[in-house]
């Protein structure tokens, strides 16, 4: 089998979700402070802390992880978002969808237990990937706007490494030879 695929993060399209991340950030404390309806500056506050979450996230992404995604014959390492769970076997995938959210488009795994995906992590990454799980039936969704490759080479060489790995745990084991 070919050797691990290491997909670094892109960090020019991460410091440009930062800085839509701060923008934000910046009009919710707008709305929190100036606004007068009590409706707006609920949105406004709602807003700061989302965006901030999303902002924090960002900041370790950029000044840490410099590999989004690994594969390789066990399976894949996922670090491409804030959501992301780390190692996902191969056997535990039961197919790879393209969804496209938002005009974003992402490779949706779908997995046998996608509820054990969902609880893993944090507080708050347990509850994107509880909302991923419930919206768009699997906790696990690979972002092409987070890392520095060509999305349909993604696609195309996740799919052939799971097929491959599928194949490799479905052939039939040796058996000794008889006397």
């Known amino acids: 089998m070919p050797d691990a695929i290491h997909i670094p ?9 930062l800085l839509g991340a701060a923008a934000f950030v910046v009009v919710g ?9 009590v409706m707006v500056r609920v949105v406004g506050g709602v807003a700061t802390v989302f965006f901030g979450l999303v902002l924090v996230v960002g900041l370790r992404r950029l000044l840490g992880v410099r ?11 996922d670090r491409s978002s804030g959501v992301a769970c780390g190692r996902i ?7 790879i969808q393209v969804r496209q959210m938002q005009g974003h488009r992402f490779v949706t795994l779908i997995v046998e237990e996608p509820e054990r995906y969902a609880a893993m992590g944090g507080p708050v990454t347990r509850l994107f990937a509880r909302a991923n799980l419930k919206f768009y039936d699997s906790p696990i969704h690979i972002p092409a706007n ?25 052939a039939p084991a040796a058996r000794p030879p008889t006397s």
Do not use: H, Y
């Open 146 to 170: 987070t890392l520095r490759c060509d999305f349909d080479e993604l696609v195309e060489t996740l799919a052939s490494r799971w097929q491959a790995a599928r194949a490799r745990d479905e």
């Open 9 to 17: 993060l892109s960090r020019t399209k991460v410091s440009l979700m």
């Open 29 to 37: 404390l707008w709305m929190l402070v100036a606004a007068e309806p």
């Open 67 to 77: 590999t989004g995604l690994v594969i390789d014959d066990e399976g894949i390492i």
């Open 89 to 95: 076997p191969w056997r535990d995938i039961a197919s």
